[in-house]
């Protein structure tokens, strides 16, 4: 008997689950980056994938000559050319991304250690080679160090909208059929080259995109070109922007103080996490990939040639006895070999393998809950921003678009104007104060008009002080609210 499910209901994970499954054949998990979080530091560094095996397909190339598929290049080139005109306008955006996180903030600078791509093309002769190398990732062979929160903060934040608004008008009405047809099947060897090609192509369509943020550029997407791409392409902004706003309500509802402050009076942002998934219907467990391997130079680490604990600390074997060589007999390894393996001091390194932006995201976050983050909102952009060390400040260091200083430093300057508004409002007012209060006690001045005079001159210092009436309108009002008495002509 068939069961019935006429009448079921999605619960929420379904439902999260379901809006994060790539739709109309785009392929999220292209790169397999390396993530290593130093609890102790609260950093991170992502070594991006080397992806050898894509590098030895490209270098495949040189090899394969068929008129058929040297025909398919030429297309294909001079269609990459004619993407990048249309799609880039000129624009170098790798270098736009640098440039704009040079400039961001000291706080929260990234600190790229990339490839030198023109050493890497130099290994290809051909230019038909170079001009297919040229849609080649920015942070490919990368590595990349940050503080813990920095990555998440730097996506959450990204304008996504701009690019993606741009590419869906530009493509809409764009068509690759006469590159990526069905006929190319029928070209020797171009299977092996057709996820490549694929790859290359939607890097250099969605670049407006992926160098939004360091995340989106370090986990590209890939779309299949016998599908519509501007769906593609509508789906993968869409699921980004969704995970904006997912993780900007996941800060809030962890980390914000003025968040339902009654109920969530000295909750744990762990604790606040815990409920936050249990609301939403999703588990309160994850899977991740570990790697793990054994280095004898860890970077960071101060250098330390050799294990004191094993009994022939030497690289030469000089002192090693007969009876251990029993061991070595059977081996491929001489007993030397295993000596210098043995003696030589070993960490062990770990890191997290990520291929998509859930991973990383989610990855980011609870080592922030993990290591006690502390996260607050800029009281002047109202972004969220982290707090180092023991200072505290309502401020964070961003430095706005149109803005030449951060926001830290302009609410100084503000507080800076206020204060002197203030000082110099209430010197005026003393000053004035004096004067008139010493004509009273000599009946120059009779008390119900210096009681007005009072109630009108503190309403205007109240003014002067929050910057509706300059210091200098207050003291002119002030002095000629009574004219000086003119004194008497000698005879």
């Not at 360091?214 to 922007?241: H, M, R, S």
Request: glycine residues 2%; aromatic residues 16%.
């Amino acid at each position: 008997m068939s069961r019935d499910y006429s009448e079921y209901k999605a619960s929420e994970l379904d439902k999260h689950m379901q809006s994060h499954k790539p739709e109309n054949g785009i392929y999220l998990e292209n790169y397999k980056n390396n993530a290593d979080i130093d609890c102790d530091s609260k950093t991170v560094v992502i070594h991006v994938d080397c992806k050898y095996e894509y590098f030895e397909i490209k270098n495949s190339l040189r090899y394969d000559k068929s008129e058929e598929f040297m025909n398919f290049l030429e297309k294909y080139i001079d269609k990459i050319s004619e993407i990048k005109n249309l799609v880039s306008s000129n624009t170098d955006y790798r270098q736009h991304f640098l440039e704009k996180q040079k400039n961001y903030s000291d706080s929260y600078k990234f600190d790229f250690d990339l490839m030198d791509e023109d050493l890497f093309l130099s290994c290809f002769e051909e230019d038909i080679l170079c001009d297919i190398f040229g849609t080649i990732n920015l942070f490919y062979l990368s590595k990349n160090t940050f503080n813990l929160s920095e990555g998440i903060l730097d996506f959450i934040y990204a304008d996504l909208s701009t690019p993606l608004n741009r590419l869906i008008k530009i493509l809409e009405s764009y068509s690759f059929a006469d590159v990526f047809c069905s006929d190319n099947h029928k070209i020797d060897n171009f299977k092996n080259y057709e996820s490549m090609i694929y790859f290359d192509m939607s890097m250099e369509i969605i670049k407006p995109l992926m160098y939004s943020s360091f995340y989106t550029a370090i986990c590209p997407p890939k779309f299949d070109f016998n599908k519509d791409i501007v769906e593609q392409i509508k789906w993968y902004g869409n699921y980004l922007i969704s995970k904006q706003k997912e993780y900007r309500e996941i800060i809030e509802f962890c980390y914000d103080e003025d968040y339902y402050p009654d109920f969530f009076l000295g909750a744990s942002p762990k604790a606040r996490y815990f409920l936050y998934r249990t609301l939403k219907g999703l588990p309160t467990e994850s899977h991740r990939i570990e790697l793990m391997c054994l280095e004898r130079l860890p970077e960071g680490r101060k250098f330390r040639m050799f294990d004191d604990t094993f009994k022939y600390n030497d690289l030469n074997g000089e002192n090693l006895n007969k009876e251990d060589s029993e061991f070595a007999k059977d081996s491929d390894l001489s007993i030397q070999e295993m000596s210098q393996i043995v003696s030589l001091y070993r960490y062990i390194e770990e890191g997290y393998v990520f291929s998509n932006i859930d991973e990383i995201l989610e990855l980011e976050f609870t080592k922030m809950l993990k290591t006690d983050i502390k996260i607050k909102k800029c009281k002047r952009c109202g972004k969220y921003f982290r707090l180092k060390g023991k200072y505290h400040t309502e401020y964070c260091s961003r430095i706005a678009d149109g803005e030449t200083r951060n926001c830290r430093e302009i609410a100084a300057s503000d507080k800076y104007k206020e204060r002197t508004a203030v000082n110099q409002a209430l010197q005026i007012y003393n000053k004035y104060y004096k004067r008139y209060h010493a004509r009273l006690k000599v009946n120059q001045i009779k008390s119900p008009d210096f009681y007005t005079w009072k109630y009108k001159t503190l309403i205007m210092r109240s003014d002067c002080e929050d910057g509706k009436v300059s210091p200098e309108e207050y003291e002119t009002w002030n002095e000629s609210y009574f004219p000086n008495r003119k004194k008497k002509e000698t005879k």
